[in-house]
Structures are given as C-alpha cells and as structure tokens.
C-alpha cells in the first residue's frame, strides 16, 4: 500500500523558511519521479515542483523558482521541499505526490492520483 507521509509545516513570518519532508512507503521509491503540489484556501491544487526518480533534475513553478529547492534522499525514501523567502502567497495545503515514473512528464496535476493527506504552511506576520 502506497503511503505519503508530508510533515515540516507551520506558521512562518515572510521571508521566513521553512522545510516540508515527505516519507514514503509501499512501493520502489527510487524507480518514480516525485512531485509537490499545493492548495491555497478556495482553490485548486497546483504544481509546484518536482524531481526526477534519480535526483538529477529538478522543477519548478514560476512561482516559487529561486525561493523554492526541492531534494530526495533515496536510501531513505524522503523527497524534501526548502522554501526560503516565504510569501504569504505560499499559504497552503502542500502535499506529496507519487510521479507517474522516473522522469517529471507532466504538470498537470490532474494527471497524478496518488498523493499523502498534505502539511499546513502558514506564512502571516
């Protein structure tokens, strides 16, 4: 059984960081690409980044790039997401998402469907 685990959330000042870690479970960590998404209140889930299955390209959103870094362990089945310079733009339910195979195909969000119940980040003053 697939498992996503996303902790690391919280309530952050802007241009604060944070750093969100995601323990996954139940299938070959290191053959599939990782993804995080998030959603804001009252909206729709949307892309934010994601790695390759070996960690060597990354992917990012225009709206988090070069504030956002994301990273993967594979020894320990843990995919990462620092965020620096926070806005309160970023509040939202960030989640981990299992990627479709070893490379980032797409994203479109919809096209994933295994995802863990998410990590709250807060970004107010």
């Known amino acids: 059984q697939v498992q996503l685990v996303e902790s690391g959330g919280g309530l952050a000042q802007p241009g604060g960081s944070l750093r969100l870690v995601c323990a996954a479970s139940?299938?070959?960590?290191?053959?599939?690409?990782m993804i995080w998404a998030r959603q804001a209140p009252g909206k729709g889930l949307k892309w934010v980044s994601g790695?390759?299955?070996?960690?060597?390209?990354?992917f990012y959103a225009d709206s988090v790039k070069g504030r956002f870094t994301i990273s993967r362990d594979n020894a320990k089945n843990t995919v990462y997401l620092q965020m620096d310079s926070l806005k309160p733009e970023d509040t939202a339910l960030y989640h981990c998402?299992?990627?479709?195979?070893?490379?980032?195909?797409?994203?479109?969000?919809?096209?994933?469907?295994?995802w863990g119940q998410g990590t709250q980040v807060t970004v107010s003053s």
């Open positions: 998402v299992k990627g479709l195979g070893r490379w980032v195909v797409t994203t479109k969000i919809d096209e994933y469907d295994t």
């Open positions: 790695i390759t299955s070996d960690g060597s390209e990354t």
């Open positions: 139940g299938f070959t960590f290191s053959d599939y690409a």
